[in-house]
């Protein structure tokens, strides 16, 4: 019943930015955390940025810090993450992710509902 849906993939050059969306629906969010995760073609899904229910704490992965910045709308029950200073090594399928705990984790098994992913393409 729980759905998440990811937008805002899509193919840019190195250098560029894009902003992606995670809208929930079909359950009650109260202190929820919410995560990004992303896997490559050929590699484990691996964790990239989360809030925690009131983004009062956020975490990113090394590989993404001071580039990535994640934020959450929660009447509008919405994840983002603003990607910046885009590389090729981000190239990924980018997934949603929602914990049903208040307080972030970067364990992908913390996670319990997840989106099906949209595909960020990164060209040198």
């Known amino acids: 019943q729980v759905q998440l849906v990811e937008s805002g993939g899509g193919l840019v050059q190195a250098g560029g930015s894009l902003r992606l969306s995670c809208a929930a629906s079909?359950?009650?969010?109260?202190?929820?955390?919410m995560g990004w995760f992303r896997q490559a073609s050929g590699k484990e899904r691996e964790f990239v940025s989360a809030?925690?229910?009131?983004?009062?704490?956020?975490n990113y992965a090394d590989s993404v810090k001071g580039r990535f910045t994640i934020s959450r709308d929660n009447a509008k029950n919405t994840v983002y993450l603003r990607m910046n200073s885009l590389k090729p090594e981000d190239t990924a399928v980018y997934y949603c992710?929602?914990?049903?705990?208040?307080?972030?984790?970067?364990?992908?098994?913390?996670?319990?509902?997840w989106g099906q992913g949209t595909q960020v393409t990164v060209s040198s």
């Open positions: 079909g359950g009650t969010f109260g202190p929820v955390a």
């Open positions: 809030i925690s229910w009131n983004g009062g704490t956020t």
């Open positions: 992710a929602v914990r049903t705990k208040p307080l972030t984790a970067t364990t992908l098994s913390e996670y319990a509902y």
